[in-house]
């Protein structure tokens, strides 16, 4: 299951080119103490490369954080282009909001409108998107509980049903829930 926690990251970090995901996939690998994907360590040597070059000639001090910045990949790369932290930002923030559909107090798996109703009142967020929001997101937790099982990743319990050793924050935790759902979803048969 913790395999998941560096993969995730380091797909995310592949798909979007954001290096808060390679930096997160290393922190999962190390606490996990599973190998480091070989794509964050190539990005490790590059921005070690990359910091070493600024460390030679440094930049004026009023310069040295936009030249760290850069070292890291972590500046804007044009006009108009968020950062790395706002792409961050808008896709924990996603996640959050569909993991309050699943805890409202009007949720029910067979009738969310009134969840999604509850939520667009409480934020000011339409209706509409907290709903493709959530629907988006429960596809992603069916992918990664069909990967999970495909990957005979998962362990049982002696009742038959999937558990883990789970960390990190709230969300993690209420995520890492919602994935061990959908495992028990797949092998209990309709």
């Keep these: 299951m913790f395999l998941m926690y560096v993969e995730r990251y380091r797909d995310l970090f592949l798909k979007t080119k954001n290096p808060i995901y390679a930096w997160k996939g290393f922190e999962n690998a190390r606490r996990f103490n599973y190998p480091v994907p070989e794509e964050i360590l190539d ?51 996603n996640r959050k909001l569909a993991l309050d559909v699943i805890a409202n107090e009007y949720y029910d798996p067979d009738y969310l409108d009134a969840a999604f109703t509850d939520i667009e009142e409480k934020t000011g967020i339409s209706k509409s998107t907290v709903r493709r929001n959530f629907i988006k997101h429960k596809k992603q937790w069916r992918a990664m509980a069909e990967q999970l099982v495909e990957s005979e990743t998962i362990t049982y319990g002696p009742s038959g049903l999937p558990e883990t050793v789970a960390c990190g924050g709230p969300n993690d935790l209420r995520e890492t829930a919602e994935i061990l759902k959908e495992i028990e979803r797949i092998q209990t048969p309709a």
Excluded at 44 to 67: C, F, N, S, Y
Excluded at 80 to 87: L, P, R, V, Y
């Design 43 to 93: 990005y490790i040597l590059d921005v070690a490369h990359e910091i070493v070059k600024v460390a030679q000639d440094p930049p004026r001090p009023g310069q040295r954080p936009i030249a760290i910045a850069k070292a890291l990949k972590l500046h804007k790369t044009g006009a108009g282009q968020g950062s790395a932290f706002s792409e961050y930002s808008t896709r924990y923030t």
